[in-house]
């Protein structure tokens, strides 16, 4: 699935930036030349985004303003968020909080779960969020979310024999 969606949005590497958020918040955007700390404190251009701002700052130094970083910063972020919601639904599954059976015992199963995560993947929602750099604070909160999701789940797997207090699984 990783590899699907790696053809299916890889091309967004070889793209310009988007001439809209992308030119002011990235190209026109003087914080984003230097390493500076005055991006947690300035609201440029109108919008407080430090973490933002902190990776087109990386990216800028790393290769100038070659979108092909930008682009694959943003790939990279919805490719990992696709793994992640493969590990939430199958953890969720695993423990019987989706009705799809053991995962990985019933091909049912399994295919409930390939499709909703390719629902994920490849959704043409998803675009947007890949292919717009100046949206990649919504990849990163994607997986700022997903991944805390998962380990919960993973920690209440693991202590499935005594039911986890919090969920009650």
Known sequence: LLLLTLIVFGQVVSFDFVDWDDTTLI???????????????IFEPELY???????FQIEHALAGFDPTIFHLTNLVLHLINVFLVWKLLHAL???QILPTGQAGTNRKSQIVLFV??????LHPLQ???????ALG?????CRTQ???????????ESRLATACPSCGV
């Open 146 to 156: 997903l991944q805390p999701d998962w380990q919960f789940c993973a920690h209440c």
């Open 27 to 41: 190209l026109g955007n003087e914080l984003v030349k230097t390493f500076s700390p005055a991006i947690f404190w």
């Open 93 to 95: 599954a695993k423990s």
């Open 116 to 121: 909703a995560v390719a629902l994920f993947a």
């Open 49 to 55: 985004a430090p973490l933002s701002l902190f990776t």
């Open 137 to 141: 604070n919504e990849c990163s909160a």
């Open 127 to 133: 675009s947007e969020a890949v292919a717009y750099r």
